[in-house]
């Protein structure tokens, strides 16, 4: 009976040196995988961090588009811009790509890559040391369906195909009234506009600081009436004052020289339907034949703010950026 009790006890004690090994090995696993754990929620955390920085870079690299193509000025300036702002976010390197429109004649979008080593710090003890992140952030042009701050002149679509034709000149921007019959006979010629209310007062003061309601595709406006030499004149001094300094060649983006007009097709009754939007420098003012004459330069890509894209205006250099992935 004794030797069938010591036998017994030793039995006990090799099992429970066996249990001892065996819950090692499994504390040894359980704490390599709670850090593994950990680090991929550190490497999760930088791979959001990055996401915001390629966004950031992409937004910004897009505003200096659209381009011709990769060897022009303006796709280098996108680069530059998406480049410099993800090393401000902490990206040391990304890589640029072109996104073109849909008949490959230019270039609307950037496609910003990059990669990041993100180094682990308990998961060593499983033998891992780091992780290769690797995001892109797409931002595209699309044409604006709608603008918020436009002056109230309009252009005509055969104006435009004139100024696309030759985007360089010098537009003579010849201010009209709705009486004034060489407005919808003579391609060339600027509409002003009633938005909102009719009257010298409104339109002056939106000539001034921008209409501050929504203007739409396919929406259908009046033209102004009466006089409007002198709330012409009035209204371009109060919108560039302090602001002469500021060029075509040397201008940012808020800058009030800087115009979104509508561009239209005239209908019955002196009225208009807008089909598109344009932006113009506008470089001075004078007075022609007894019409406010505003000389200014077609600006051939103008991002907006508060506007939409369904695809329906015609592409007249009016833009919104956004993230397409």
């Not at 499994?26 to 955390?45: H, N, P, Q, R």
């Not at 004149?233 to 500021?246: D, P, V």
């Not at 703010?305 to 369904?310: P, R, W, Y």
């Amino acid at each position: 009976m004794k030797k069938i009790l010591r036998s017994f006890n030793l039995l006990i004690r090799e099992e429970g040196g066996a249990v001892a090994i065996l819950v090692a090995a499994s504390m040894v696993v359980l704490f390599g995988f709670s850090a593994l754990v950990m680090d991929m929620g550190v490497a999760y955390k930088e791979t959001g961090k990055m996401q915001t920085a390629l966004d950031s870079a992409a937004l910004a690299g897009v505003r200096e588009l659209p381009a011709n193509d990769t060897g022009s000025a303006a796709w280098q300036s996108a680069v530059d811009e998406a480049e410099h702002y993800a090393l401000a976010n902490g990206l040391s390197a990304v890589t640029c790509d072109a996104v073109y429109n849909d008949d490959a004649s230019k270039i609307v979008g950037i496609r910003v890559n990059g990669t990041r080593d993100v180094n682990y710090t308990f998961a060593r003890i499983l033998g891992l040391n780091q992780v290769a992140v690797n995001r892109l952030a797409t931002a595209e042009l699309e044409t604006a369906d709608s603008a918020i701050g436009c002056v109230p002149l309009c252009a005509t679509d055969q104006t435009m195909n004139s100024v696309l034709a030759n985007p360089t000149q010098i537009i003579a921007i010849k201010v009209g009234s709705a009486s004034d019959d060489e407005f919808f006979t003579e391609s060339g010629w600027f509409g002003a506009l009633a938005l909102l209310n009719p009257g010298g007062n409104v339109y002056r003061e939106n000539l001034s600081i921008g209409y501050r309601g929504t203007l739409t595709y396919g929406q259908v406006l009046n033209m102004q009436t009466g006089v409007i030499t002198g709330p012409t004149s009035q209204g371009y001094s109060e919108r560039i004052i302090g602001h002469t300094a500021c060029t075509y060649e040397n201008h940012e983006p808020d800058c009030p020289r800087v115009v979104v007009v509508p561009i239209v097709q005239i209908l019955p009754k002196k009225q208009v339907e807008i089909i598109g939007f344009a932006s113009f420098f506008v470089i001075e003012y004078t007075e022609e034949g007894g019409h406010s004459v505003l000389n200014s330069k077609y600006i051939p890509g103008t991002i907006t703010t508060g506007s939409h894209s369904d695809g329906s205006a015609t592409d007249y250099g009016v833009y919104i950026s956004r993230l397409t992935e």
